[in-house]
């Protein structure tokens, strides 16, 4: 074994350790952080918005780390536009999602711990809706 594959693989089990934060984030602990702002507005959404910063970074970095080899043709800018999409509608999505269940529900819903519920599925119905797009859009 060579430098090259040893440090490559070294770096694949943390890849995908980080992609499982970033979906336990984006899926299961997100709608947390929109319920507990739900009657600050202007939070909640300053809170979506970098988030969905901070998931599209870690989509233009899990696009750097070679993943074996590019062709000359395509480059970064293949990678890079696969991981956006996919990250951007999978993730990006299931928070906008859960954001608007909270803003829309907030004042009529007063248990907290439904709320959450009632985002959370609506996180997962914007993942997979999101995933269908990506799928969609690539094939």
């Not at 430098?3 to 979906?23: F, I, K, T, W």
């Not at 739900?38 to 998931?55: D, F, K, Q």
């Not at 009529?108 to 599925?121: D, E, G, H, K, T």
């Amino acid at each position: 074994m060579d430098a090259a594959s040893v440090s490559q693989s070294a770096r694949g089990p943390d890849l995908l350790a980080l992609q499982a934060v970033v979906a336990t984030w984006s899926l299961l602990l997100f709608p947390v952080v929109a319920v507990l702002l739900r009657r600050r507005l202007v939070l909640l959404w300053s809170a979506t918005g970098l988030t969905l910063c901070l998931t599209l970074w870690f989509a233009a970095f899990a696009a750097s780390v070679p993943q074996g080899t590019l062709s000359a043709e395509y480059a970064y800018s293949l990678p890079l536009s696969r991981s956006l999409l996919m990250y951007g509608l999978g993730h990006g999505l299931a928070q906008i999602a859960a954001s608007v269940a909270v803003q829309a529900l907030a004042g009529r819903i007063s248990s907290r711990f439904l709320l959450y519920v009632i985002s959370l599925l609506f996180a997962l119905a914007g993942a997979f809706l999101g995933g269908r797009v990506y799928r969609l859009a690539v094939a």
